[in-house]
């Protein structure tokens, strides 16, 4: 199969002198398959009319596997190619955009001693799959998870539960395993609310919160590392739930901590600025904003963490890349975090990237539960089970999480997400159960056939080339996602070709129809394609529904 770009780029070099990379677009079906504005583009540095140097590429191009090239327009070159090119574009190709490349992702962030909720769901829904993406263009990938294993979270924490422990650490083993979370869940809020109240429980919270890594103390420690236990069990069960796909590492900011603080002193002055014995990074001259790194009493904060995990996971993989995926409000601290990096270890530069999310609303405004708290994902995963199974559908897990990632997903990284749970779980319109039922009858179509299947004819009908022609854009689609880091087109791309299948189906028999051979390979190219996009989205494509 020819590579169109490159027989054009090398006509316009040979008429014209020119050197030019071709842009192809995918015009409406009835223009072509593929277009190029190249003629507009190189007309005006050769004072020629465009249509004229359409005409002139037009006439210089010659290949068996065009059918057609039409001139359009002011000089649009439309091109239309045979079917057995078609057939050649819809086989299913991994990429090699990134095969040279080792990359870092943190796919799961949740602290410990909190209950996980829904941002944390869906940072870690986007980051799992753009890992994905990167290692279906063929990168090494490497997933990882970073928590908050100190700080205030936990002094608030552990307050409430040396309280309700009362000296007797023995007493956390009595409580059930379904009954975990939620403890952990109300010592947090008890906690916080103490935090707010009680100046005296202030004070202690502060000092647990301070030296929660020091603690020497038996009961603290026993009570410390049972719900450090039960907590990460809970995240690596609602990770494993999410979908996502194992992590290799864990790391905790207790871990990064030492080695931030004595990055930050051995870069000041220079990078860092010492304030009243605080460290200082002036991020407002690089457009973020000035960020306590380490504090007056010599406490590592959450900057001086960031910057010794940056070089942590550098040890341990040497990435070209590294990727952090979180809240939009944190856009500019990892601004001040990554370009303090940077001058401190300028070998690292342009290896960390932070990729900023939107928030998640839900359609029915309820984003807290009655005391404040904002709604745990495990919350979400009950609400999005009843809807599937009131409508009549088994309530498998497969089918949740099905619902629940593409619905995040579907829309553009950055941008809000508006959570309906009724529409995600409908069989109808734009989800991933939808698309899940979809492969589902593709796969009893071929099931219901007995015959087997003949060589690729090269001589098709109209609605059987336009579903080939969508099939083939595939690898196109699934190449810009991963270029530009954006899962949605993947999802925009299977919604479309989904309905194109349907169209098709709706006019075409396949089984028993004289037809039947071709028809019944174009299912196989349809439902295997739809597959492979559904894997890329870490949702499942069940043979039956």
Known sequence: MIEIAVVIKNVCKKLFDVDIEPEL??????????????ALRISKQLGKNPREVAEAIKAEISSDDIVSLEIAGPGFINIRLTDSVLWELAKIQTGKLASDMKVVIETNNPNPFKAMHIGHAFNAII??????????????????????????????????LLKFVEGNPAKLHTIADAERNSLMSKMYAEGSRAYKEDETAKAEIDQLASDS???????????????MDWSF?????????????????????????????????????????????????PGSKYGSFDNVFVSSKGRGLYGARDLGLIQLKHQDFQAQKSMIVTAEEQRDYFKGVIKAAELCLPELAGVTTNISTG??????????????????????????????AQRGS???????????RYQ????????????????????????????????????????????????????????????????GEYHEVVGKAVSELMPHLVCTY?????????????????????RQSVRLQLVQKYADTLKSGLSILNISAPDHM
């Open 213 to 227: 890594f020091t603690r020497e103390d038996p009961v603290y420690r026993e009570v410390y590392e049972v719900c």
């Open 494 to 514: 299977l919604y479309e070709l989904a309905q194109t299948f349907n169209r098709f189906y709706e006019h075409n028999r396949v089984i028993d129809d004289p």
């Open 127 to 160: 980051a799992d799959t753009i890992a994905n993406l990167a290692e279906y263009a063929g990168a090494e990938i490497h997933r990882v998870s970073y928590h908050g294993d100190i700080g205030q979270h936990v002094g608030r924490s552990m307050y409430s």
């Open 408 to 471: 995040f997903l579907k829309a553009r990284i950055g941008s809000d997400v508006m959570f309906d749970i009724e529409e995600s779980t409908s069989l109808q319109g734009n989800t991933g159960p939808y698309l899940q039922y979809a492969h589902a009858r593709a796969r009893s179509i071929l099931a219901k056939s007995t015959v087997e299947l003949e060589g690729l004819t090269t001589e098709l009908e109209a609605d059987e080339r336009s579903l080939l022609r969508k099939v």
């Open 233 to 281: 069990r809970e995240i690596d069960s609602n990770v494993a739930r999410l979908g996502n796909k194992p992590i290799e590492k864990r790391y905790l900011e207790s871990q990064a901590d030492a080695l931030g603080v004595q990055t930050v002193k051995a870069h000041t002055p220079g990078v860092f600025i010492e304030n009243d014995g605080a460290y200082v990074f």
């Open 25 to 38: 677009t995918r015009p409406d079906e009835q223009f072509g398959d593929y277009a190029t504005n190249i």
């Open 359 to 388: 928030t998640v609303k839900l359609s029915t405004g309820k984003m807290s539960s009655r005391d404040g708290d904002v709604l745990e994902i495990g919350w979400l995963f009950e609400q999005i089970s009843q809807a599937v």
């Open 394 to 404: 088994a309530a498998s897990d497969n089918i949740v999480t099905g619902a629940l």
